[in-house]
């Protein structure tokens, strides 16, 4: 696919007098992004002993870039994942504009201060996109692009579409998630995305390889991206049109990135004896730099794309014309405008005290006036105030976008399944749901890794459609071949397709998860995966939850119950991811109803301020239903956590307690020992362990186990590892002991699988023997 060439604009992308304004708020940005982490680091009381940090030359080498961006780029659609390692600029920039406040800059990475990384939750300022763990902040880019189709789609967009913006470390390419974000952009015919890597060529610990960039090129244009390199400012590019010039040029083009690196770092007379050297025969070219003194020639050679505005203002303002996704490749130099700028150890480096009094001199910034928003500028505040008003990004809202809930539909879809699983139920629900009118499930968003039918979404998808901006046909169904699938692509489907990659589901699901707050209209995102690869997005998955999106993960099949697929797919920790992570309550129902329960308290409760993300861990084991009333009661105590199937008695010895699947393994042995032995089902490990945690004896589990008498031990089964319920003896000090796989499983039926992990009937019954002897 040929992508359309940029054109330079005709008439000049800003007036000589706002460009002025532009570069007197760019030193700005500089000196309070560097004095805010000297601030933390040198001035502000040290109560631990340990170094704050903040990377100064990390974010000195956007400062240019960031402010091209946001003082005059931007418009109030547009939403930026800013370079983890760039946030004092982002900071100090929001701080000019009066988004961020002087006492969050005071206590930059200190607690209730601006955060070391752009956060959603954590900043006072308007953070688009969280960013911290490298890679991520890119690779929701494409995904909230896709979102904002989606909504376009439906005519929900309440504006322009906006451009995606990413300013991405050169290093952050390292991360695999990049490349699997950029197949499935491909595969969506992505558009309005921007990346802009800042190739200033060096990485935590020391200089990227050489020509990384045309790698760099060839993956984005392989991936159907424009790419734009914005490598020489003014400056260079007229010295190359100079007798000599092309001399110059060539010489720079051949230079590799370590000598780059110590002749920035080494000053104007390095730079000078080191092409006197390699351009000896090139007398015009000699003359051509000795018209420059040291400094000036510092200058002239680090002059670099990313460090002009100019140059950075065109690029932009073309690419600006359409909807293309476009790479820059921005040529620019780590640490620019500092002392340490190009040495390759500066990543973690810190000026010194006389360091940051030199440059607070060379910014003509008196001391006492290092917080001024305008001390040390040129221009008046009064003009500088009156740029910032126009700039278009500052006419986004100031307050962050919130959108309305969206009503269960009443009566909630009630199953009446005799014999069946979870995972089957769930199907069925869906079903249910795309076949009703209801204003949820007009805003149900399903997106699944190429698991859609073996995950039991082939209903919903067959009512609702795929989502795809432009119309797909269903071939097999046109050319009138069975198929059970009815796999047509629409504007108006309702289910988003993906490719086997987990992280790209968590980030598709935390950009639908975030659609009520970056785009102000609610969606209801629901992802589907197997359990056991819940760990190959984990990081993904984090990052989806530091930002509070909402969404419903379904993870299934489940357990060593999936016995036949192998050890490889027989989940056994992650219940105990479900339990960990923030932002997301954990549940794994072993019956229907109770499923259909937790989903209708489920699908209102995530969509409240205090909500979170729901993950359902259910399994492909068909089992008898209990056929039973939906009381309130009962629909309060599935939502709590636990209920008793069989209530203790005065006499109770012990509770068998069990999650999920192994319910009837579990409710045969509570049977054979008659009012000895309770039974206490546990429909969510993951909010009973959270209410414990913060509330202790006043915990729904802890009034659960007040009915069992004092001394009776607990002997707890679970298709998990056993920590996941190990803990509930700690409630009231009750010995516990726990049943469930704790080792890789292997290829079987699930009789075996289940003696193989002492899971059965029989080894259930055995250790409770041994628990009531002891």
């Known amino acids: 696919m040929d992508m359309p060439e940029l054109v330079a604009p005709v008439k000049p992308v800003i007036s000589a007098a706002e460009l002025a304004c532009l570069a007197e708020l760019e030193k700005k940005v500089l000196w309070l992004a560097t004095w805010m982490i000297h601030n933390a680091n040198h001035l502000r009381e040290s109560r631990d002993g340990l170094k704050v940090g903040g990377h100064q030359a990390s974010s000195a080498s956007l400062a240019t870039v960031m402010s091209a961006l946001y003082f005059h780029a931007l418009r109030p659609q547009d ?15 929001q701080y000019l504009y009066g988004r961020q406040n002087l006492d969050a800059l005071q206590r930059f990475r200190a607690l209730g201060g601006a955060q070391s990384y752009p956060s959603r939750t954590k900043d006072h300022d308007d953070v688009d996109f969280s960013t911290g763990s490298v890679g991520l902040g890119a690779g929701i880019t494409p995904f909230a692009s896709l979102v904002q189709d989606y909504l376009e789609s439906r005519g929900w967009l309440k504006s322009q579409p906006g451009r995606m913006v990413a300013l991405i470390g050169d290093a952050e390419l390292d991360e695999g998630n990049i490349y699997e974000a950029l197949l499935e952009g491909w595969k969506h015919d992505l558009r309005n995305t921007w990346w802009i890597v800042d190739y200033n060529r060096q990485s935590l ?23 734009v390199t914005v ?43 080191q092409l006197r050297e390699d351009l000896a025969g090139e007398a015009q070219t000699l003359a051509l730099i000795d018209r420059y003194t040291d400094e000036e020639l510092g200058q002239l050679m680090t002059n670099l794309g990313g460090h002009d505005l100019e140059t950075l203002l065109e690029a932009f303002a073309a690419a600006s014309a359409d909807d293309v996704p476009t790479c820059f490749i921005v040529y620019t130099i780590k640490g620019h405008g500092l002392p340490f700028a190009g040495h390759k150890d500066n990543h973690a480096g810190l000026l010194t005290p006389a360091q940051v ?12 006036e290092e917080w001024h928003k305008f001390a040390g500028c040129h221009r008046s505040a009064d003009e500088l105030e009156a740029f910032l008003a126009r700039a278009p990004f500052n006419q986004r809202p100031a307050a962050r976008q919130h959108a309305a809930s969206m009503a269960l539909p009443s009566p909630w879809p009630r199953l009446g399944i005799a014999h069946g699983s979870t995972q089957e139920a769930f199907g069925k629900l869906m079903n249910e749901l795309a076949r009703g009118d209801s204003d949820l499930a007009a805003r149900i968003v399903t ?27 269903d071939v097999f ?28 589901l968590f980030l598709n699901l935390a950009a639908l998860g975030l659609s009520d707050r970056l785009f102000g209209e609610r969606l209801i995102p629901v992802g589907t995966l197997y359990d056991p690869f819940v760990a190959r997005g984990l990081d993904a998955l984090n990052y989806a939850c530091y930002q509070d999106a909402r969404f419903v993960l379904v993870a299934t099949p489940s357990g060593v119950t999936l016995a036949a697929e192998g050890g490889a797919h ?9 339990i960990g992570q923030p932002g997301l309550v954990y549940y794994e129902p072993a019956y229907a109803d109770e499923l259909a329960m937790i989903l209708e308290r489920g699908f209102g409760w995530m ?21 039973r009333d939906i009381t309130p009661e009962l629909a309060e105590a599935v939502w709590r956590g636990a209920y008793w199937v069989k209530a203790p008695t005065a006499g109770c010895r012990a509770a068998v307690v069990y999650c999920g699947v192994v319910a009837p393994e579990a409710l045969a042995v509570a049977s054979q020992y008659g009012d000895d032995v309770a039974l206490l089902a546990v429909t969510s490990p993951g909010r009973l362990y959270a209410e414990w945690h913060h509330q202790a004896h006043a915990c729904w589990l802890a009034q659960q186990l007040r009915q069992l008498p004092a001394g009776a031990p607990l002997l707890t089964v679970h298709d998990g590892h056993p920590a996941a319920l190990n803990w509930l003896g700690a409630v009231d000090g009750r010995r516990t002991r726990s049943q469930g796989p704790t080792r890789f499983g292997q290829s079987s039926d699930a009789i075996d699988a289940y003696q193989l992990h002492g899971l059965d009937a029989a080894a259930i019954a055995k250790a409770l023997d041994s628990l009531l002897t002891q």
């Open 231 to 273: 490598k020489y400012g003014k400056r260079l590019m007229a010295a190359f049109e100079q007798p000599g010039g092309k001399a110059l040029k060539r010489w720079i083009n051949q230079c590799d990135n370590a000598v780059y690196s110590a002749l920035t770092f080494g000053g104007g007379a390095a730079w000078r004896k």
């Open 357 to 368: 009094a030199e440059l607070r001199s060379r910014h003509g910034v008196a001391e006492g």
């Open 570 to 578: 027989q989940s056994i920790s992650s219940p105990l991811i479900g």
């Open 79 to 93: 939403r930026v994942a800013v370079k983890p390692h760039a946030s004092p600029i982002f900071h100090a920039i």
């Open 477 to 504: 169904r046109d050319r009138k071949l069975a198929s059970a699938q009815k796999w047509e692509m629409h504007p108006s489907g309702q289910h988003i397709e993906l490719g086997i990659a987990e992280n790209n």
């Open 205 to 227: 610990d020391g200089i990227v390889h050489d020509r990384l960039f045309y790698l760099i090129q060839r993956m984005f244009r392989a991936n159907d991206w424009r790419v």
């Open 447 to 473: 997106t699944s890794p190429d698991v859609t039918v073996s995950t039991n979404l082939g209903g919903w998808v067959n009512q609702r459609g795929l989502f795809r901006r432009a119309r797909q046909r």
């Open 607 to 627: 969509q409240q301020p205090e909500g979170e993300s729901l993950y359902l861990r259910l399994s492909t084991r068909s089992i008898e239903q209990p056929g």
